[in-house]
C-alpha cells in the first residue's frame, strides 16, 4: 500500500488556493487517527497505580497489562495494509474508529483484570491499523507540492495525542480529589480516563464520513470516474485528469510487491540494510522513551511527588514532546537526518545519565533530595526533548527513505515490527527493573543512548537530497 507515482510536470500537483483548505481538512481528518494513537498509547499513564490497587497486582502482572496494547499494534499494523487494499481506506478508518471506541468503553468499564487486558489489545489493534492507513492515505490523496507538509500532520497529530490525554488525566485527577480511584460519575477516576477516549474515537468515525476515499484505491478497483472526481476535488481544475488516472495506472503496474524472501542473503539472514533499519528501530525504542510516556506518572510518585503534581510532569513533558518534534520537522530537510540523530542522541545520554545520577540517592521522608528531585525532573523533560528532535522523527525518515526500491515495503514492515517488539520489551520491564533498581535502569537506557552514537557514525548513511532511486 504504497505511493510511488512520479511527481505531476507542470505544476499539475499543486492544489489552486480555493482547494487548499479542503485538502488541509481532508489531511486533518484522516490525521484524527494519528491523535488517537497519541492518545491511547499515552492515556494509560495515569490508570497504572489505581489498577495495581484495585486488582492487587504485582509489577510483573501489571507490566504484561500496560503492554499487552502491543500486541495488538503488531497485529493491526501488519494486516492494516492488505485490508485497506480490499476494502478501501476509508472503510478501514472506520473499523478503526469503532476499535477505538469499543475499547474506550470495555477499558473503562470491566469485570477483572483479564478483561481489561482483552480491551487493551483491541485498543491495540486499532492503533496498529492508525499508524498505517492515516500516513499512507495522506500521501495518496495530497497534491505533490504539499505532500511533505500534509504528511507532517500524522506525527505531529501524535504528540498532539499524547499531551492531550495527560492534561485529561490531571483534570479528572483534580476533579477526583487527588485520588486515581476516587469516584466520579458514578466510577473511579482512573476508569472516567480511558472513557473519555469515546469522544474522539467518534469525532474520527464522523469525520471519515466526510472525506473521499483514496483516487489510488478507486483506479485499484475500476472506479475510475469517481478518482477523477477527488483528483478534481484536491488537486484542481487545471490538471489532465486522464493523464494523472493514467499516470498512477502505470505507477501501481510497475510496482513490486516486495516480499520476505526478498529481504533474506548476507551473512546473518538479512541483507545489511535491513539490519540497519532494525538497528534503528530497536535504538529508538531502547533508550526508554516509552517510559516517558506510559510510567511516568508512577516513576514520580515512586520518588516522592505528589499524584496530582506527577500528572501535570507527564502534561509538561508531553508538551515538551510537541516542541521537539516541531524542531524536528523544520531542520530534518535543512541540518540532514544524520546529523539531527547525533544531536539527539548525545542530548539524550546527558539527560538519561542525570537521571540515573539522581535516582541512585536514597529517598528523605518518602521523597528524593530536594537538588536531586530537581535535576530528575529537568533531565526528564531534556531526554524527551532531544529524542522528540531527532529519534522520534528522523528514524522513520530513514525507514521511508533508506531501503531500495524492490525491498521496500517489506523492509519496513520487518523494521516496523521490530519497533513493537523493543517497545513491548521496554514497556513490559521496566516496573520490574524499576522495583529491583531505579538507577541501574537509566543507566541501561544510558548505555543505549550512547551506543546509538557509533551505530549511527559506521553504519547509517545520510539520505537527505538523495531520490528513492539512488538508495542502494
Known amino acids: 500500500m504504497t505511493s510511488t507515482e512520479q511527481e505531476p510536470k507542470s505544476g499539475a500537483g499543486a492544489a489552486h488556493p480555493e482547494h487548499l483548505g479542503h485538502v488541509i481538512f481532508i489531511a486533518a481528518a484522516a490525521a484524527m487517527g494519528g491523535f488517537l494513537f497519541g492518545y491511547d498509547s499515552a492515556v494509560i499513564n495515569g490508570a497504572v497505580e489505581a489498577i495495581r490497587s484495585r486488582y492487587d497486582v504485582g509489577s510483573a502482572a501489571l507490566a504484561q497489562v500496560i503492554a499487552i496494547a502491543l500486541i495488538g499494534c503488531a497485529i493491526g499494523a501488519a494486516t492494516a495494509g492488505r485490508m485497506a487494499d480490499r476494502i478501501g481506506r476509508i472503510r478501514c478508518m472506520q473499523i478503526s474508529a469503532v476499535l477505538f471506541t469499543i475499547s474506550a468503553v470495555g477499558s473503562a468499564l470491566p469485570f477483572a483484570l483479564y478483561d481489561l487486558a482483552f480491551w487493551r489489545i483491541v485498543g491495540g489493534f486499532a492503533i496498529g491499523m492508525a499508524s498505517v492507513i492515516g500516513p499512507a492515505y ?7 507540492a504539499y505532500r511533505g507538509r500534509l504528511g507532517s500532520f500524522q506525527q505531529a497529530a501524535i504528540v498532539v495525542g499524547i499531551a492531550i490525554s495527560q492534561l485529561v488525566n490531571w483534570g479528572i485527577l483534580n476533579a477526583a480529589g487527588g485520588d486515581q480511584r476516587g469516584e466520579l460519575l458514578g466510577v473511579e477516576a482512573w476508569q472516567v480516563m480511558l472513557g473519555v477516549m469515546v469522544v474522539p474515537a467518534v469525532l474520527y468515525g464522523l469525520l471519515s464520513f466526510a472525506i473521499p476515499e483514496s483516487p489510488r484505491f478507486l483506479i485499484s478497483v475500476g472506479r475510475d470516474e469517481r478518482a477523477r472526481e477527488v483528483l478534481r476535488e484536491v488537486e484542481g481544475d487545471g490538471i489532465d485528469l486522464d493523464a494523472r488516472v493514467a499516470e498512477i495506472e502505470r505507477a501501481m503496474k510497475r510496482e513490486h510487491q516486495s516480499v520476505f524472501k526478498d529481504l533474506l542473503g548476507g551473512t546473518f539472514l538479512f541483507k545489511p540494510i535491513v539490519w540497519i533499519g532494525i538497528g534503528l528501530s530497536v535504538f529508538q525504542q ?14 514520580w510518585q515512586s520518588v516522592g511527588v505528589d499524584p496530582t503534581d506527577s500528572f501535570l510532569y507527564s502534561f509538561t513533558t508531553s508538551i515538551i514532546n510537541i516542541i521537539g518534534t516541531v524542531i524536528a520537522m523544520i531542520f530534518v530537510d535543512r541540518i540532514g537526518r544524520r546529523p539531527l540523530a547525533l544531536i539527539g542522541s548525545v542530548g539524550m545520554a546527558l539527560g538519561l545519565a ?7 540517592y536514597d529517598l528523605v521522608d518518602g521523597k528524593l533530595p530536594a537538588t536531586q528531585g530537581w535535576v530528575a525532573l529537568v533531565a526528564a523533560h531534556v531526554f524527551v526533548l532531544f529524542f522528540a528532535l531527532s529519534w522520534g522523527v528522523v528514524v522513520w525518515v530513514f525507514l521511508g527513505e533508506m531501503f531500495p526500491n524492490r525491498l521496500r515495503a517489506a523492509a519496513l514492515g520487518v523494521a516496523a515490527a521490530a519497533q513493537w517488539i523493543a517497545n513491548w520489551a521496554i514497556t513490559a520491564s521496566f516496573p520490574s527493573l524499576a522495583d529491583w533498581n531505579l538507577s541501574a535502569t537509566y543507566v541501561i537506557y544510558t548505555i543505549f543512548a550512547v551506543l546509538s552514537i557509533p551505530f549511527v557514525l559506521r553504519f547509517v548513511k545520510e539520505t537527505k537530497g538523495k531520490t528513492l532511486e539512488e538508495m542502494g
Open 138 to 144: 495522506i500521501a495518496e490523496v495530497a497534491p505533490a
Open 354 to 360: 542525570l537521571e540515573a545520577w539522581a535516582f541512585s
Open 286 to 299: 531502547f533508550v526508554g522513551i516509552n517510559v516517558a510516556f506510559y510510567y511516568s506518572s508512577t516513576l
